[in-house]
């Protein structure tokens, strides 16, 4: 896994982090340690899907619970050019 992609790796702590802010930064800096010693890795799963005529297929996959780990879903090859 690329360092790029880590900032999107998200938990969620909900009351706890409302509650206990402290020890919310706390593990999610040993969460991110452990990531970058490579003790563990996020699951992203395999089938990219692409272009947003895609997202039936992927909401359909989901339903279907093919899907494991995060669902990647790019909209353009090229982005550096706008579609309008």
Same mark, same amino acid.
């Given at each position: ?22 020890? /919310? ?7 991110? /340690? ?51």
């Amino acid at each position: 896994m690329h360092g790029d992609q880590y900032p999107n790796l998200q938990q969620r702590y909900g009351e706890s982090d409302r509650r206990y802010p402290e020890e /919310t930064r706390k593990i999610r800096h040993e969460m991110m /340690t452990m990531i970058h010693e490579g003790l563990i890795e996020p699951r992203v799963y395999e089938h990219v899907y692409k272009g947003l005529s895609t997202v039936p297929n992927a909401f359909n996959d989901l339903a279907a619970r093919k899907i494991w780990g995060k669902a990647v879903v790019t909209i353009s090859e090229d982005q550096s050019k706008g579609l309008l």
